[in-house]
């Protein structure tokens, strides 16, 4: 089964800091774009980060620049999320997805994974 197997997320406090990391299970992600995506209760998914193949091309939203860190390992076959300084309003499921390029709409992506639960908290 293709897929992607997410890890990483747990409850921490604001202003703390949590390494999600995403494993390509059945395939090879060399040659893909990878994006995280994130969920919240009631509310519609939304990307977060994406990293092209070569690593070389990165996006965030803006609701994460400057505390979000995507960063791809082809030869572990894994892709990271570090996030720093996080607020509540991170609070959300975590996913990956691939895609051959990245593109904003999350739909076009492939190899969805059960994601990881990040609640931030005091």
């Known amino acids: 089964q293709l897929q992607f197997v997410e890890s990483g997320g747990g409850l921490v406090q604001p202003g703390g800091s949590l390494r999600l990391s995403c494993a390509a299970s059945?395939?090879?992600?060399?040659?893909?774009?990878i994006g995280w995506f994130r969920q919240a209760p009631g509310k519609e998914r939304e990307g977060v980060s994406c990293?092209?193949?070569?690593?070389?091309?990165?996006n965030y939203a803006d609701s994460v620049k400057g505390r979000f860190t995507i960063s791809r390992d082809n030869a572990k076959n894994t892709v990271y999320l570090q996030m720093n300084s996080l607020k509540p309003e991170d609070t959300a499921v975590y996913f990956c997805?691939?895609?051959?390029?990245?593109?904003?709409?999350?739909?076009?992506?492939?190899?969805w994974g059960q994601g990881t639960q990040v609640t931030v908290s005091s």
């Open positions: 997805a691939a895609q051959e390029v990245c593109l904003s709409s999350w739909s076009m992506y492939h190899y």
């Open positions: 059945g395939f090879t992600l060399d040659y893909f774009a």
């Open positions: 990293i092209n193949d070569s690593g070389g091309s990165i």
